[in-house]
């Protein structure tokens, strides 16, 4: 009897182990998001330093992710590449990129656009749904092609 108590229990912690290496559906929700940015040529990395600052909530358990494409044409006139990313609202004149004027307004899921000489893109916490990413990714290539 003692042995079959064990015995349950050592197969309840391994198995128990196993579930909770595995993913949650949040989890695996964001690496779909991440994934299908990657497949169109973006990029995603994690949001740090003084643009973390800037765009942050103060909470230090917030994760904000930027996904920006580099641009596909020599950078416009006016954009700097030195001095980071320039964070920008929608609707704002942006020298050297005439369409950044007609972004959609952000969601509340979307802290803010921004640009460099590296390329163009937005930040946001990924809480958002995969329709309001597809839109924004939309944009961002409409920006960075010729």
């Known amino acids: 009897m003692l042995l079959t108590v064990v015995v ?15 993913p949650s559906a949040d989890e695996r929700r964001r690496m779909h998001l991440r994934n ?3 497949r169109e040529g973006f990029r995603v990395e994690s949001v740090k ?3 973390r600052t800037q765009l942050g909530s103060g ?6 992710y930027l996904y920006w494409k580099p641009w596909e044409r020599d950078v416009p006139q006016g954009v700097d590449g030195r001095s980071g990313p ?9 020298a050297g990129l005439d369409k950044a004027a007609e972004l959609v307004p952000l969601s509340g899921a979307f802290k803010a656009w921004f640009i460099d000489g590296r390329g163009v893109g937005f930040v946001w916490d990924e809480s958002g749904v995969r329709d309001e990413l597809d839109r924004s990714l939309t944009q961002i290539n409409v920006l960075v092609r010729p």
């Open 8 to 22: 349950v229990l050592a197969l309840g912690f391994i198995v128990g182990s196993i579930f909770w290496l595995r």
């Open 49 to 51: 330093g003084a643009l």
């Open 36 to 38: 299908q940015a990657v």
């Open 86 to 94: 320039a964070v920008f609202a929608s609707g704002t004149a942006l």
């Open 59 to 64: 909470d230090p358990d917030e994760a904000l």
